[in-house]
C-alpha cells in the first residue's frame, strides 16, 4: 500500500469498508438463523437490507472516482466475524445465545461507524460533497442499528431472568 495523498488514504479506507460490508452480507444471515427472539432475527434481516445498500452507495462513490473498490481483504471485520461466529454456533441457553450475538453484532457496528466516520471526515477534507452525504447516510444507518441493539437488549430480552433458569 502507497499513501501518498489523502485521496490515496481515502480510497484505501474505502477498500477496506467495501470488503467489511461485503463479508458482512455473508455473515448476516447466519446471525439471523442463530438468533431465538424475533425482534432480534428481524433486526438481523433489516440491517442484511441495510448493508447491501452500503455496499451499493460504496460502489456508487467509486464509480464516481473512477477506482475500482477491490483492495485488500478487511482483516478487522474477519477478525469480528470469527468471534461472532462463536456466538452463532454457542449451545445452551438461547436467550444467553442472544446476547452474545448481539455483543458480536455491536462490536460490528462499532468497526463501522469508525470507518465510515473516517471516511466521511476524509471526504470533507477534500470537498467530496457527493461522497460524503452518502458515507452520512451509511453512518447514521449504522448507528441506528448500534442503537437497536441495545433496545432489543436492555427492552425486556435480558431482563427475563435467563440466570435463574439457567441454573436449573
Known sequence: MRLQTLNDLFVDQLQDLYSAERQLVEALPKMASAASYDELREAFEQHLHETQDHVNRLSEIFGGMGVAPTGAKCEGMEGLIREGERAVGAEGN????????????QRVEHYEIAGYGTARTIADELDLDDAQDLLDQTLD???????????????????AGINERAER
Open 94 to 105: 438461547p436467550t444467553v445465545r442472544d446476547a452474545a450475538l448481539i455483543a458480536a453484532a
Open 141 to 159: 444507518e449504522e448507528s441506528n442499528a448500534d442503537k437497536l441493539l441495545t433496545k432489543i437488549a436492555t427492552g425486556g430480552m435480558l431482563k
